[in-house]
């Protein structure tokens, strides 16, 4: 039975020792008096649309958040902010903290003009970085998609498992919420709510993957022109 004051955490998990601190990290977050949450650790996925469709079955909550085992959140008024923002947007499909208004050609959001990124997170490689682009507007900024590390959902769309591996999952599920006629957007921030320790991460298979993404954003772009 889903339940609309439970809020349930998805990620896919490879490291037990990040985990652990992103685990901590949620266990830190002040808790509204009427609200559970609950933690949904997904092993062995096949790919990150794979795990997160395995994840969304298994949770409780009609409140959802797709989570980065290496994202760590800081803002403890986050699921107060979370709920807030669902309830007063019915529209609103899907929140992240770091994205762009619009999507480029060459399907890779990060590589835009500064004026199309919005949002702010504190990123850990060599040391910590505020990383902070454009202001969103009060509540949330429209998006065309956001960084996978923090996907916060008030519905359930399937994730598109043509897209194989662990990358552009993120902007595909951006896509396929948009088709569906909602808003996804940027959470308004006074400051960074996520910090991600992305230390050992690298840019390795993004181009390998890109063809195919390209290739499955073409027809659903197409199929909603018909």
């Not at 266990?27 to 092993?43: A, G, M």
């Not at 989570?67 to 929140?95: E, V, W």
């Amino acid at each position: 039975m889903i339940s609309e004051t439970t809020i349930s955490f998805i990620s896919c998990v490879s490291n037990e020792t990040l985990y652990e601190q992103c685990l901590a990290h949620i266990q830190q977050l002040s808790i509204p008096s009427d609200i559970s949450i609950e933690t949904v650790p997904i092993y062995n996925a096949t790919s990150m649309t794979a795990g997160y469709n395995e994840g969304m079955k298994k949770a409780k909550g009609t409140y959802k958040v797709y989570l980065h085992q290496d994202a760590f959140i800081l803002n403890q008024s986050f699921l107060y902010d979370l709920l807030f923002l669902f309830h007063n947007n019915k529209k609103l499909g899907l929140f992240g903290v770091i994205g762009a208004r619009q999507l480029p050609d060459h399907g890779m959001w990060w590589q835009s003009p500064y004026e199309n990124k919005i949002g702010k997170i504190i990123e850990v490689r060599d040391t910590y970085t505020q990383t902070t682009c454009m202001e969103t507007t009060y509540m949330y900024g429209k998006a065309a998609c956001v960084d996978g590390l923090l996907m916060a959902t008030q519905y359930d769309l399937s994730w598109p498992e043509a897209i194989k591996g662990w990358h552009f999952y993120d902007t595909a599920q951006c896509l396929h919420f948009s088709t569906h006629d909602y808003d996804v957007g940027i959470a308004h921030q006074p400051s960074p709510w996520v910090i991600h320790y992305c230390k050992t991460s690298t840019m390795k298979g993004y181009y390998d993957a890109l063809p195919a993404f390209q290739k499955w954003r073409s027809l659903i772009e197409e199929s909603t022109k018909t």
